[in-house]
C-alpha cells in the first residue's frame, strides 16, 4: 500500500461539493515529441491539465469539480498558479499526493498547503528533476468594480516547464502582459481566453503573434468561441492553434 504524503489547508475550509466531470480514460490526449520522450498532456478540463513523460507526471491546478482524481495517477509535481478556487483546490492535491511529491505554490497560495515551495514571479528553479520559471499572470485592464484587478500583479504565476528539448507553456490567469509577449523559444503555450478575468481572442492572438508559439492551445475559455481565435490566426505561419475540450 502507497503512503500518501498529504497538502492539507493551514487553516479550516469550506468543503466544495462538485461532481467530477472527466476520468482519466475520457479526457482528450495529445502526444508531443520530445528529446526525453513523448509527453503526454490530458486536457483535464477549464484550466486544469496533467501532463506525462515517461513514468513523470505533473498536475497543473488539479480540481475536483473537473476530475475524479482518485482515477488519475499521483503526482512528482503538482504547480498552482493562484488561490482562486477554480485552481487551487487542496482536497484535490492531497488525493494525487504521495510520498515525495513536490508542489509548487504562486504567492498567493502560500501559507495555503502545508509543503508547498512558493515561486516569485521570475524564479527559475529545478524541481522534481524538471526546469520550472514562474511567468507574471495579472489583468492590465479588466478590474472589479471597486477598481483593482482580478487578478493582482505578483500573486498569480504562469509556468513554463521543460521537457527535454521542449518548453510549454502554462499561463494561468493573465492578460496579454509585456512578460508574456517578451517570451522566447515557447513550443507549447495554453493561453487562457474568457472575459473578465483573462484575454479576448484579439489578446491572445495578439500575444502568439509576439512570442511565436509552435502549438497554441486556448483554454479556460468558458463560453468564449475558440473557433474566433482560430480564424484570427489562420494564415500566421509557424504558429499551429489546437483546439480541445478545455472550456
Known sequence: MKTRRLFLPLALMAAVSASPLAAQDEVQK???PTSAGDLTIAFIGHGTLMFTLGENVIHVDPVGREAD?????DADLI???HEHGDHLDAAAV???SKDGTEVVVSRSCEGRLEGARTMENGDATTVAGFQVEAVPAYNITSLRSDGTPYHIKGNGNGYIITFGDVRVYVAGDTED???????QDIDVAFLPMNLPYTMTPEMVADAARAFQPKILYPYHFGQTDPEELEKLLAGVEGIEVRVREMG
Open 94 to 96: 492531497a488525493e494525487i
Open 30 to 32: 495529445d502526444v508531443i
Open 69 to 73: 482524481y482518485t482515477a488519475l495517477p
Open 79 to 81: 504547480l498552482i498558479t
Open 177 to 183: 502582459t509585456p512578460e508574456m509577449k517578451a517570451l
